[in-house]
């Protein structure tokens, strides 16, 4: 079937089944049950998991049928949030770097939507400069024993599973002491804090491992070559958050072009010309995400390069909550409907810091893509009981 | 949709980059600009015999290659990248013109090329207008060819493009189309991208190899966050601007109904972003850059003067607004 083809069929799934409302935010208890059934009919429609090995689950299809079916996806509404951390990052990372028994045991569940995944990177001390992380696993005789703390962890109150990143060694420097993990979230001494976010409601959480308990078989990779398998989980979240997999849709989204048109007077040709401006922005970012689809399917991957379309996804989405409230004027801030302007624009600076920041996007290009010298470093060669991390006073 | 290049594109690229990196690298560009002609007519008839662009576009029956806007949006590309003086575009503009919907009587001439062709793009200013063999007049939806007449040559921004006042004689009538005219502007618009586009690879290509070179403060200024950020704010440009190119062009050929709106958006959309780019380029080379030796200028006032070619951009972006109804 050719790519035009697959994607009209996706719509004309999509669009008669895809009208579940979703709440992207805390979804709450009926709120999962639901995601989960939507999951599991998406699941049975052969539209989870496209890109994913057949053996395990997936539909053995590529990335570009996997971005043409998140891009038809924009214009409806999924409620698939609670399993964008599984679909775009964990479950990718197990497909490339998972033992065996960890594709058997958990790839089907995921995409079936049975079970949710958090990825457990973020500490305190540690967020653009996750490699400084001070969570510690010591191993013992029939697997490890991980203490610390997490943190902006999304989607972890709800999650079964997670993929962690733990310090393993201290004496080396510190992209050479970490290893990665499959933990169960259910597990004795896993503690689960919503934080109340900006917005109000908690879309992350802290997260506390006292004395944590985890199989030798949890064990992701190799001993102290998590730092590789972090960066594949980082290029799979880059990649993901751009081309929109694994997210909800834009349907409902108040502040996109297609949106705004309907709501604000184009009469006034200073609104028609912001509106313009949006359309172009929104446009241009499309189209570099479909041509990224179409290199894909050619087989050139995108690698760094999707650095630049998230970095592009967070300036629009913050570019556009602020043209959206600021063409409808004071209304946007005080309300008594139910104040979409004003939750979008309280959500928009969640993309320019998760999955890496604005700056940091900026770096891995100009490092990456452009391959232009890079920083001077005082970090990479000290072992890390001697780094000076966190905040300092 | 077709935003990724073929096999034969690809071919068709490098054959064209690598001809002119070896033919025309920048320094013949300025001997060549500043010649009493303004261009080398041996590259010319070198990239029209050898390589047959000059046929390009122009169908098989009247002596050209038949081929489509993706291939010449490619060598403008190119040829925009290598600055290339004289009437390459030009040329392209009168031919696109031509073989949407004039009388083909001077396409074989201008595929052999032996005719160069310009068109006055508002009234009576044409890009080589004062080289020129024949002159494309439109007025409305009428179009006449113009041999002979008074030419008078205008002073440029750009070094590299000549420009000149065409007096309006009489001429012979070869096309006559409202509908078609429409086409044929949109076709402009998505020919002067392709070229921008080139523009803006060019200038960031020339300032990502310097940050990789010149040193401050014992270090390379690539290594400067104050630069790399803004290098790579540039190379989010040219990502979305080849991405915007590529679909007009795909539009020009397999999809008319679409071209319209990517004709407009590559306008309003490329031809900011390669200004930009120039002109972030020619700054971040320091005092150098605003030296007449060094040819960031070139760029900055190339990406000027066609981001204004067809019009002020604001007329892009009125475009625009029509087109979504808004
Ligand atoms: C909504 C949301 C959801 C998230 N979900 C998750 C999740 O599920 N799992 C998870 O592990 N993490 C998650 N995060 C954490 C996120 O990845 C980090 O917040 C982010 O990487 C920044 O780290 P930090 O907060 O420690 O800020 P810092 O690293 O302290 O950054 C502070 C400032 O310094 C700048 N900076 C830092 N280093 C550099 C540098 N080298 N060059 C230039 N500037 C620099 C940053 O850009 C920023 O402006 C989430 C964050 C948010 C906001």
Known sequence: ?393 | MNLVLTEEQRELRDTVRSFLVAASPLPDVRRAAESESGYDPAVYRRLNGELGLAGLIVPQEYGGAGAGYAELAIVLEETGAALLPGPFLATALATILLTELGDKELLPDIAAGTTVATVALDGDRALNGAEADVVLMVDGARVRAVRGGGRTPLTTLDPTRRQARVESVAGEAVASSEAGMERVRDLFAVAVAAEQLGVLRASLDAIVAYSRIRVAFGRLIGSYQGVKHKLADMHCKLEQAESIVRNAAWAADEAPGELPLAAALAQAYVGRACFEVARDSLLLHGGIGFTWEHDAHLYYKRAKSDEVLLGPPRIHRARLADLLEL
């Open chain 1, 1 to 393: 079937m050719d790519l035009e083809e697959y994607r009209r069929r996706a719509r004309s799934w999509l669009e008669a089944n895809a009208r579940r409302s979703r709440d992207e935010d805390d979804p709450g208890a009926d709120g999962v049950a639901a995601a989960k059934a939507f999951m599991a009919d998406l699941y049975d429609a052969g539209y989870s998991g496209i890109s994913w090995p057949a053996e395990w689950g997936g539909q053995g299809l590529s990335q570009a049928e996997e971005r043409a079916f998140a891009e038809e996806a924009k214009d409806f509404t999924l409620p698939t949030y609670v399993f964008s951390i599984g679909l775009g990052m964990c479950g990718p990372t197990l497909v490339d770097l998972g033992t065996p028994g960890q594709k058997a045991r958990h790839l089907r569940p995921l995409l079936r939507g049975e079970e949710i995944w958090c990825q457990l990177f973020s500490e305190p001390g540690a967020g653009s400069d996750v490699a400084a992380l001070q969570t510690r696993a010591t191993e013992t005789e029939d697997g490890w024993v991980v203490s610390g703390q997490k943190v902006w962890t999304s989607v972890a109150q709800h999650a079964d599973w997670g993929l962690l990143l733990t310090r393993t060694d201290v004496d080396v420097p510190k992209h050479k002491g970490l290893s990665m993990f499959v933990v169960d979230m259910h597990a004795p001494g896993v503690t689960v804090r919503p934080l109340r976010d900006m917005t109000g409601r908690a879309h992350f959480n802290e997260i506390f491992f006292d004395d944590v308990h985890i199989p030798a078989e949890n064990l992701v990779g190799r001993v102290n070559d998590g730092w590789n398998c972090a960066v594949t989980t980082l290029l799979h979240e880059r990649l993901s958050i751009s081309s929109g997999v694994g997210m909800g849709g834009q349907k409902d989204n108040p502040v996109a072009f297609e949106a705004l048109r309907h709501t604000v007077d184009t009469g006034d040709h200073l609104v028609r010309d912001q509106l313009v401006e949006l359309y172009i922005r929104s446009r241009a970012l499309a189209l570099f995400n479909q041509r990224l689809a179409q290199e894909t399917k050619a087989g050139m991957f995108p690698g760094a390069r999707g650095s630049a379309a998230k970095l592009l996804l967070a300036e629009l989405s913050m570019f556009q909550a602020d043209l959206a409230t600021s063409l409808a004027g004071p209304e946007a801030v005080a309300y008594e409907d139910d104040g979409r302007l004003a939750g979008s624009i309280s959500l928009a600076p969640a993309l320019s810091l998760g999955g890496g920041t604005n700056e940091i996007m900026r770096n891995i290009i100009g490092d990456r893509v452009l391959n232009l010298p890079p920083e001077p470093r005082v970090d990479k060669t000290v072992p890390f009981k001697d780094l000076k991390t966190g905040t300092r006073q």
